[in-house]
């Protein structure tokens, strides 16, 4: 059983950064494929970014070039992080564990973009 805690979430104006965290309990981290979703009001969640267990990302096109996701297994933790932010990107953000079609989730952050 994998259990995970976001943190890092906030308000921030328009063109700002922010660092989402996501610390994993357990000692098989490693091997779980790791991503952040995001579901803003009245909205289905989306994937936002995701990163393979052997390091591979992927990011929904809304986000390229904007967002970065990195892991440090060492610390058993997921990072987002959200550079020239916008009002649509904001939404509460889940982190996901993911392996052999299992998932994990966190109970998520609220991040909100407003001026």
């Known amino acids: 059983q994998v259990q995970l805690v976001e943190s890092g979430g906030g308000v921030v104006q328009p063109g700002g950064s922010l660092r989402l965290s996501c610390a994993a309990s357990g000692n098989s981290f490693s091997i779980y494929d790791m991503g952040w979703y995001r579901q803003a009001p009245g909205k289905q969640r989306e994937l936002v970014a995701v990163i393979t267990s052997g390091g591979i990302t992927n990011y929904t096109g809304s986000v390229k070039g904007r967002f970065t996701i990195s892991r440090d297994n060492a610390k058993n933790t997921v990072y987002l992080q959200m550079n020239s932010l916008k009002a649509e990107d904001t939404a509460v953000y889940y982190c996901?564990?993911?392996?052999?079609?299992?998932?994990?989730w966190g109970h998520g952050t609220q991040v909100t973009v407003s001026s």
């Open positions: 996901n564990a993911a392996r052999s079609m299992v998932d994990h």
